[in-house]
């Protein structure tokens, strides 16, 4: 981006307090530690603080112009832009910058209880292959996220991925409304947030808030195979995708490779096209149909999606599998979970060499479901075989519960749990780690 401040004052439908000068403000931060100079500091206030107390912090850090609520008072050396609301501010700003790209880039929106970031990332390894591709960093999917992901996009880009994500109704529609997405995708309509929105129907409604900003030429792009989703009346096109036979794009023939990935054959209309995906479960293959589906609408080659398919990296700590000091295979997905998530993975690990150990944390966000849904958890590690099922936390007790049929030992802190698997994990273990970001596993997996 390359605006001047009283631009940007015009985007946002700010007023400028204090002199304004002509040069340019090339980049966005919303935390002062991480502003340069020439950028603009958006002031943002959510529950862990307040931007506005690090005004001054980022005017010495060289902002140019500080985005910021109408009431704030404090002299500040660098011009302030007030607004009503900062977030909106942002959003309206980011939303400037891309419908100011010309020509405008194809918008890929995604969004889904489960599995959204890993679609995300090989709908972007897929079109990458053919158009320049610029896709949402980390989980940045809320509305401060979005227009962050905006601002950091090349204004040469021709393909946008982008994740939306919600905690309750009415947080996707404006992100969709603001970016005008071609194409909407719908992975799952689970239980992730119930607490919040009470019951399914109420989450499939916040997930269909991403067609908001649809137009009636777009498309969606729905799991077929979700009960959810097939029925439901959209405002365009709209193509299935999953194992069933009414799904438009469909795999079968699934060979899965152990833990090092899964192979299908995808159905594309009369086209089959061999498809190997570097990561494995079913779940992959189901987020790689995604892909199939943007790639096919957007006229890739079957050889330009078998490769954007094969060249998959994934973000953050999502299956990522290396061997550990002990010798054992850890597959770290410690970087979220909900029950769909946490059965997916552990179909994986079921089919894994030697002894399985599935370290097993606590599922957030899920009300008065949560003892019901995490000991249900349990009862499936126990069905599958796992020969270990390690828990931490108070809400995972009654995954410890719910594994009374295997080996099933419990801890009420991830410190005892990481010098557990240290003086108990052979060569010959696989070891899978999982649970919400809020657990903060990913402690164990740095000990190991």
Known sequence: ?????NEIAGAV???VECDAPEHSVFNVFTDSRDVTQGSLFAAIKGKNGDGHDFIDSAAQNGASAILCHISYSKPCSVPLIKVIDTKDALLALGTHYLHSISPTPVKVAITGSSGKTTTKDLVAAVLSTKFRTHKTPKSFNNDIGLPLTLFQMPVNT???VLEMGMNDLNEIAPLSAAVKP???IITTVGVAHIENLGSREGILHAKLEILEGISKSGLSIFNGDNDMLPTVKVPCRRILYGFG???GIRAEDIRPRGIHGISYTAVVGGKKIEIDVPMPGNHMVMNSLAAIAVATELGLSSADIQTGVASYLPTGNRM???KIRTGATLMDDSYNANPESAKAVLDVLAHA??????VLGEMLELGDFAPEMHEDVGRYAAVLGIDVVVTVGELA???HKGAAGAQAIHFNDKKSVAEWLNANLTNHDTVLVKASRGSRLEEITSEL
């Open 158 to 160: 021709q393909a946008a």
């Open 13 to 15: 439908n700010g007023c």
């Open 397 to 399: 007790r009654h995954i």
């Open 353 to 358: 060499e030697g002894r399985k150990v599935a």
């Open 245 to 247: 036979q009414n799904c």
């Open 320 to 322: 990522k599998i290396t």
């Open 1 to 5: 981006m390359n605006y001047t401040i």
């Open 182 to 184: 071609d194409i909407a």
